[in-house]
């Protein structure tokens, strides 16, 4: 159980294009989906904290209006990057976690973005 | 601030040599020590929740032990496949994991 699934897995996209990536529950209701970045041999870094139906909480220092995220469904967030650019290339991870549960998050396995 | 510390950075184990990898923490009230496994290009694996000093669990040839200032991942008789980076994280006040920097473990046959 508990399992957390993202698409793409990698993508590639042109300087200036978006890119939408999508985090999806798929044996359970997620309250709340977390969307983290990782640069190589760093720490998994929190963007955002998105609830089912409310607008996503950004941490310090991440532009809301570049990473555009929605939580329209229990089972379903989606983080867009508008304009991106070559220093947004990284390793997108996406978890859940659901009310009731001993707070952990369940990750998914990732999505690797490199921009040109 | 919350925040995580891991040692070492890396480790090299023969397969068989049992060892122990480190997380110190400071969290403004803990409500769970989590341990994770990445393998590359991988998210996160769940392995434990820690929430009281004194706590242990285990799971195959891991034990992990918690107490209020750190928690021990101890690994015995590794294999090969054990070969990962295992995360630590905290979880404070709030939902937010604040995560170490892993520890990148290598078991030779």
């Known amino acids: 159980g508990a399992v957390v699934s993202q698409h793409p897995s990698r993508v590639i996209c042109k300087s200036g294009t978006s890119v939408k990536i999508e985090c999806r529950s798929l044996d359970f209701q997620a309250t709340t989906m977390f969307w983290y970045r990782q640069f190589p041999k760093q720490s998994l870094m929190l963007m955002a904290t998105?609830?089912?139906?409310?607008?996503?909480?950004?941490e310090q220092g991440v532009e809301k209006d570049k990473f555009l995220i929605n939580h329209a469904s229990l089972t379903l967030s989606t983080l867009t990057v508008t304009s991106a650019h070559p220093e947004d290339s990284s390793f997108y991870i996406c978890?859940?976690?659901?009310?009731?549960?001993?707070?952990?998050?369940?990750f998914g396995p990732g999505t690797r973005l490199t921009v040109t | 601030e919350d925040q995580v510390t891991q040692s070492p950075e890396a480790l090299r184990l023969q397969e068989g040599e049992s060892s122990s990898l480190n997380c110190s923490y400071t969290?403004?009230?803990?409500?769970?020590l989590f341990w994770y496994r990445q393998d590359p290009g991988k998210g996160p694996e769940f392995l434990f929740t820690l929430y009281s000093a004194g706590e242990e669990k285990e799971k195959e040839r891991l034990k992990a032990t918690l107490t209020k200032k750190e928690s021990f991942l101890h690994i015995t008789a590794p294999k090969p496949e054990d070969s990962a980076t295992y995360l630590c994280?905290?979880?404070?006040?709030?939902?937010?994991?604040?995560f170490g920097k892993g520890t990148k473990l290598t078991v030779n046959p």
């Open positions: 969290v403004s009230g803990l409500r769970g």
């Open positions: 994280a905290v979880q404070g006040g709030s939902e937010k994991l604040v």
């Open positions: 978890s859940a976690s659901f009310q009731g549960g001993s707070h952990e998050q369940y």
């Open positions: 998105s609830n089912e139906g409310s607008k996503a909480t950004y």
